[in-house]
């Protein structure tokens, strides 16, 4: 496994829509697994593979229950609303407010190609719907009510 390189905003891989992915191979295995590592590392709670500069379809989150490894996913319901912040690993440092589903039923292939569902609420279903608008080349500055504001997060390793 390795880190990889996260893409920033105004890199154009970020703008362009994912092919879908058709057979799990050695390299998208790997690639999973960069991903996960890469998305820990970072201490993001999801990661779409353009953001490492892979034009696939493919994208993992952990809200904290756990790995998710969605591939090829499609939104096929949405309910509610929930507003509030919102960042990026694309976009370091900043964040704002943003209008999302509050819940959210998605269909995708798992790591063995079989076909799956997944229903979140609050921060799955917008961590749901923020990394499947990155297949489709869409950032969430994009939806941000106002304006953005900078954040920092504090080092859990200088709290020990």
């Not at 591939?71 to 976009?91: A, H, K, R």
Request: with cysteine.
């Amino acid at each position: 496994m390795a880190i990889r390189q996260i893409r920033i905003q105004g890199d154009p891989v970020l703008e362009k829509k994912c092919r879908e992915v058709t057979e799990v191979t050695p390299k998208i295995t790997t690639l999973i697994d960069d991903m996960l590592e890469t998305m820990y590392e970072a201490n993001g709670v999801g990661l779409a593979a353009p953001q490492v500069g892979i034009l696939k379809r493919i994208v993992v989150m952990d809200v904290g229950e756990g790995p998710i490894v969605m591939i090829n996913p499609v939104i096929i319901e949405t309910d509610g609303e929930q507003t509030g912040d919102e960042g990026c690993l694309s976009i370091p440092g900043k964040a704002g407010q943003v209008t999302r589903p509050n819940h959210v039923i998605a269909r995708f292939m798992d790591e063995d190609m079989n076909e799956c569902e997944i229903e979140g609420t609050e921060l799955l279903a917008r961590c749901i719907c923020h990394e499947t608008d990155h297949l489709d080349g869409h950032l969430y500055v994009e939806k941000v009510e106002g304006p953005l504001h900078d954040v920092t997060y504090e080092d859990p390793e200088e709290e020990k």
